[in-house]
T-cell receptor, first 116, second 111 residues
């Protein structure tokens, strides 16, 4: 049973370009969470999605950032017109259900975005 | 006040030592608690859940104090391989796993 997969693992973009980060949850998991970890900081929640639905995007910057989790295929975090401050590690996590007491989140290896 | 607070460290301890980390949380309605471990430039991995009655897994013991709103992690007989950052994670509930991560406490075990 493969774990959470993210690609690419490393992504370099110039200011103004678009970044697309992909996340395939663990088999059987229908809940996906995106987090951002800035250098020397903790993980910050960005968005929570289920298939075809954004449930909570309260942690997403209002502009330039969007996320989706289509019926088929991976979840995608899209950052338009990247700026240097977007350089960070972006982690995706998945969980099998909404049971907040028993389940936990399993993390992918992350995508390290560097904006030049 | 931050939702989840941890001392970032670093804690430098000799092999074989016992070390304890605390983490405080501000939301009294928080439902569940976890300790994760994160190695340098890697993803966080679940170390253990923290139960109200306290729980132990080998050399690791986790405690929860709801009255004082903190959780703790005790590591006995530290190994070099324990060197990592330990993240305190608090689940506020709200219908799904709305979790907040602490900044993490860095542990360096020295030979």
């Amino acid at each position: 049973n493969a774990g959470v997969m993210q690609n690419p693992r490393h992504l370099v973009r110039r200011r103004g370009q678009e970044a697309r980060l992909r996340c395939s949850p663990m088999k059987g998991h229908s809940h996906v969470y995106w987090y951002r970890q800035l250098p020397e900081e903790g993980l910050k929640f960005m968005v929570y999605l289920q298939k075809e639905n954004i449930i909570d995007e309260s942690g997403m910057p209002k502009e330039r950032f969007s996320a989706e989790f289509p019926k088929e295929g991976p979840s995608i975090l899209r950052i338009q017109q990247v700026v240097r401050g977007d350089s960070a590690a972006y982690f995706c996590a998945s969980s099998p259900s909404r049971d907040v007491f028993m389940d936990t989140q399993y993390f992918g290896p992350g995508t390290r975005l560097t904006v030049l | 006040r931050k939702e989840v607070e941890q001392d970032p460290g670093p804690f430098n301890v000799p092999e074989g030592a016992t070390v304890a980390f605390n983490c405080t949380y501000s939301n009294s309605a928080s439902q569940s608690f976890f300790w994760y471990r994160q190695d340098c430039r890697k993803e966080p991995k679940l170390l253990m859940s923290v139960y109200s009655s306290g729980n132990e897994d080998g050399r690791f013991t986790a405690q929860l104090n709801r009255a004082s709103q903190y959780i703790s992690l005790l590591i006995r007989d530290s190994k070099l391989s324990d060197s990592a950052t330990y993240l305190c994670v608090v689940n506020h509930s709200g219908g799904y796993q709305k979790v907040t991560f602490g900044i993490g406490t860095k542990l360096q075990v020295i030979p």
